[in-house]
């Protein structure tokens, strides 16, 4: 059972008052409403993400800290009469219930309202009235309100709404056409005919759909943003990148050559100019710079295969390294390509300088995750569906309400637990056995071991928990690489953006308490660090729509207007390196949070906004930042077999 009490407290800290809602009595009527109580059957578990979720007809329930902060933002008093339009799921209304005498709160869908009532009445409410109807009239017979708080967004201010305001009252609103972004405003009625406005930021409302100032019944339209000029910023601060095969294109990366840790980044995992970037700067910087670990987003078992064919060594197992989803994350002709100049290259080198190529993930993660999927897929089918969705979501995705409805835990979820962790730990101390272990140091091998079955336990729910572990481990698998290699070691790390950019200035860490590998590598080596994000505008990417889904190559959609994609693409430059380190005003001018977009192994065009955008704070996120307008999907290996039926097993990848 979750402990909803200890969950709610640490909503209102760390989603809530760190982001800069100070009010106590704001705060404690937070800590009051249990928001388990708010949502469908089967959420509760997401009630205190700081997400937005569900509630029927299309509706969501608002994000706690939204909610909060429209509260604070219309100073209500214990005395005061306040006027709510967008009931959904009822629980703006019991938190503006908690600070108010009497709340009033119009709905226009009858089945919200009406599920909103039993569940007010049921939380023991009776301060709360419910209305069917449109809102953008507000509710004449219970006028004036001291405050009126409007939960979706209008296109301009309901003249209805400001009238029923009382002389002093406040109306908190969001306004704009744009169904992606909004400004909240608040209308403080400081005499009859005299008003005040406040803006106080950018928000995200569903449509608030009625007769004054709201929509129309169909979805408005994406408005026409003007073009900021931070783009020219960006355009005057971007040093332009030669082409990839070009010597000249490596050399840029010259400048991080003395740093002990340098993470390239990626905006996808199948896009071929990220994949032949990293190689060409990891080239460089083992040739001049002395590095000598190449640590990669990857199981380390199969990463191990690669290793030993890089370094000459006898091969150890006759399966093929990465056949398992996502393969065309590192099955590609582009890795391909990289394998072989770094098994040239050691061929030229004396033994101390070697290169090795190490995976960094929780051991055998994706034959673990294999292994559940394997299980449940037997056993039972919907937890596999609800296990496919979790994994998908190792990745940032926490926004998308209907990802919500697909990974709730089904109370067959937990009964499988014991045997699908069984499995795993079976999967591993076999692999062990087979001395893919054998490459491990000591050290590390002990630590594994030591782990293992709590690392299977956490997996297999996925979720938040999972994500800092598998952070972690990546970080202590890189750390203790470096020990390894000695005091004057260095590696280049290949991970996605979301792993390698300073997860402290994303919602990641200011919301959700994830942490990463570059906010850890930060911690330790200070200055030494580089972490070096790559994006793009559009193009097409390798992906998957599920997890373990078929390859497919999707058109990636263009940035959105307000993301900081879109700032990069309005620059008009086809590929740069902004060098932040170097540009400390443009870093500062760029530094307020904007939507940045993670596509990962999944990607849905059709849910965008909230499945793959983050707001994230470039600048601060990574040091440098590289740039391709236009790139196109990695080429997936094919795994043919030959005319014996074997598959072909030429080192590494049998093609
Ligand atoms: N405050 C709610 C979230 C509401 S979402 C909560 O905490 O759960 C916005 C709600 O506004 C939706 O339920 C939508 O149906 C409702 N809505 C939209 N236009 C409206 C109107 N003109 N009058 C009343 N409700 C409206």
């Known amino acids: 059972m979750l402990d909803f009490e200890h969950a709610r407290h640490r909503m209102v800290e760390a989603h809530i008052a760190r982001r800069g809602v100070h009010d106590k009595r704001v705060l404690n009527a937070l800590r009051q409403v249990a928001r388990e109580q708010f949502v469908d059957e089967g959420f509760e578990e997401f009630a205190y993400e700081d ?81 069917v109807g449109d809102g953008t009239k507000g509710w004449q017979d219970k006028a004036p309100f001291d405050a009126i708080v409007v939960a979706a967004a209008a296109k301009s201010i309901p003249l209805g709404l400001q009238e029923q305001l009382e002389i002093g009252g406040r109306l908190i609103i969001p306004v704009g056409e744009d169904p992606y972004s909004q400004r909240l405003v608040r209308l403080t009625r400081i005499a009859a005919n005299k008003f005040e406005e406040e803006d106080l930021g950018g928000v995200m409302f569903v449509p608030l759909i009625g007769e004054q100032g709201g929509h129309d019944e169909n979805a408005p339209s994406a408005r026409e943003v003007r073009p900021p000029p931070l783009p020219r910023q960006i355009a005057r601060a971007a040093e332009d990148l030669p082409a990839i095969d070009d010597p000249a294109f490596g050399a840029m990366f010259d400048r991080f050559g003395s740093r002990r840790v340098v993470l390239l ?25 002395g590095f000598t670990i190449v640590a990669v987003e990857a199981d380390w078992p199969d990463a191990a295969q690669i290793n030993r064919y890089v370094r000459a060594e006898e091969r150890q197992s006759e399966a093929q390294p990465f056949q398992r989803f996502p393969t065309w994350m590192w099955r590609n002709t582009e890795v391909s390509e990289f394998v072989g100049w770094l098994h040239e290259y050691n061929r030229d080198v004396p033994d101390h300088a070697k290169a ?70 079976d999967l591993f101390e076999r692999s062990m056995a087979e001395g893919d272990g054998a490459l491990l140091d000591a050290k590390q091998s002990a630590r594994l071991v030591a782990s293992a079955e709590r690392y299977y ?27 390894a290699h000695g005091p004057d070691s260095k590696a280049v790390v290949w991970a996605h953006n979301s792993h390698i950019g300073d997860a402290r200035h994303t919602v990641m860490g200011t919301v959700r308490d994830e942490l990463n590998i570059g906010q850890l590598c930060r911690e330790r080596f200070g200055a030494r660090t580089a972490l070096i994000g790559f994006g793009t505008d559009t193009g097409t990417v390798a992906c998957a729509s599920d997890w ?39 870093g500062d001018d760029l530094a307020a949070p904007r ?55 030429t080192f590494p990848f049998g093609i």
């Open 548 to 586: 373990d889904g078929e390859m497919e190559v999707k058109d990636v959609n263009p940035s959105l207007p307000n993301s900081f994609e879109r700032l990069c693409h309005d620059s008009g430059k086809p590929s740069f390196l902004l060098d932040f380190g170097r540009h400390g005003q443009l």
């Open 51 to 131: 997400s937005p979720l569900p509630i029927g007809s299309g509706q969501t329930i608002s994000q706690p800290f939204i909610v909060a902060k429209m509260a604070e933002m219309a100073e209500i008093e214990a005395t005061d009469r306040v006027l709510e339009i967008g009931t959904g799921s009822g629980y703006a209304a019991a938190v503006l219930a908690e600070l108010a005498e009497h709340v009033f709160t119009v709905e226009r869908h009858r089945s919200l309202a009406q599920q909103a009532e039993r569940r007010l009445n049921a939380a023991g409410y009776r301060n709360i009235e419910v209305r």
């Open 356 to 425: 090795g190529f190490y995976g960094l993930d929780l051991y055998n993660m994706s034959g673990s995750i294999a292994t559940v999927l394997a299980y449940l897929d037997k056993v039972d089918a919907e937890a596999a569906a609800v296990a496919r969705e979790r994994y998908g979501c190792l990745m940032p995705w926490q926004n998308e309400p209907t990802t919500y409805g697909r990974a709730a835990l089904r109370s067959g979820y937990r009964t499988c637990e014991e045997a699908v962790v069984r499995q795993c730990m």
């Open 457 to 483: 336990r956490v997996m297999y729910y996925g979720g938040a928990e999972t994500w800092n572990l598998r952070d972690r481990h990546m970080f202590e698998t890189l750390d203790q690489l470096l020990e």
């Open 595 to 649: 939507p940045e977009r993670y596509i990962g192994v999944i990607y849905r065009p059709e849910t965008e906004r909230l499945s793959h955008y983050m707001d994230s704070s470039v600048s601060r996120q990574f040091d440098a930042f590289v740039w391709f307008d236009r790139t196109s999907a990695v080429t997936p290996l094919t795994m043919s077999a030959d005319s014996t039926g074997k598959v072909p097993d």
């Open 265 to 289: 980044g990626e905006a996808s995992h199948g896009t071929s100019e990220f994949y032949r970037a990293r190689a060409a700067v990891t080239r460089r910087l083992l040739q001049r710079h």
